[in-house]
């Protein structure tokens, strides 16, 4: 929920108040020993530019942030359940996710990331990754070492065609609609600076989707390891979200 309606809900006097248990509580959804993703799974990694567009500073301007974003792709056969965050999974129980498809998105990882380029994405693929795994990606330059790097590459040049992004990299963009809707649905937009704080709730949300008590149990125990964010830490800038950039 949003720091409003978290305010509200405990009928606290200010707003900084809320927001503050609110990051605190976010510190703790980022396991510091947390594992590669992938393995026997296949994974697709892609980028998008998260936030809205800028009026009134000329064309091509945006005050957007870049995301890289790595997700599995298992078997439809082998979800635990129907999948909570698409709306279709509640409307037919047989239905497990996936839009339809025989695959469903396992666990997945986000990354606020400065840039594009090799230097950016090679240290999200190796820290999110497991090495070996098979990589699915786009025919973006800055995937092109990742083969060196002991990943099974499988690039697929995009190139703006819809077609090919929906049969190459279908459960990315899913995790990508998904994560737009709810940064502006519930949050109505984030700032860049603690944008990567709600990427943290959004995947510990995602990852444990089929088990909540499993989740509340394990943000009490991260808790106990990770630091969290003091008051001033979190307005002056100094505080740097778990999972970010710097930590890679």
């Given amino acids: 929920m949003s720091a409003l309606q978290f305010q509200k809900l405990l009928g606290l006097t200010r707003y900084e108040t809320a927001y503050h248990m609110l990051h605190k509580l976010r510190a703790a959804m980022v396991r510091p020993d947390r594992d590669g993703i992938g393995g026997e799974w296949p994974v697709e ?15 091509g301007v945006h005050h957007k942030t870049l995301v890289v974003g790595a997700v599995e792709v298992r078997p439809r056969a082998k979800a635990p359940g129907p999948d909570p965050n698409l709306p279709t999974g509640q409307a037919n129980p047989k239905h497990r996710g996936g839009h339809g498809r025989g695959i469903i998105a396992g666990r997945l990882r986000l990354q606020v990331v400065p ?4 230097k950016e994405l090679e240290p999200f693929v190796l820290a999110a990754v ?21 990943y099974r590459h499988d690039p697929v040049p995009i190139q703006g065609d819809q077609a090919n992004t929906e049969a190459h990299l279908p459960m990315i963009h899913i995790v990508f609609g998904n994560l737009d809707a709810w940064l502006l649905g519930i949050h109505h937009g984030v700032s860049q600076k603690h944008l990567q704080a709600y990427l943290n709730e959004f995947v510990f949300r995602f990852n444990r989707r089929f088990w ?20 001033d830490g979190l307005y002056d800038g100094t505080w740097a979200h778990p999972g970010g950039w710097m930590d890679t």
């Avoid at 980028?47 to 064309?59: L, P, S």
């Avoid at 990589?135 to 092109?144: E, K, N, Q």
């Avoid at 499993?214 to 964010?229: D, G, H, Y």
């Fill in 115 to 118: 840039g594009r380029t090799r």
């Fill in 45 to 59: 990694v892609d980028e998008k530019w998260v936030g809205g567009a800028t009026q009134g500073e000329g064309r």
């Fill in 212 to 231: 909540p008590m499993v989740a509340f149990r394990s943000a009490l125990a991260i808790a106990t390891k990770q630091e969290a964010p003091t008051y």
């Fill in 130 to 150: 497991a090495p070996g795994s098979h990589v699915l990606t786009d025919g973006w330059t800055g995937y092109d070492n990742l083969t060196k790097l002991g």
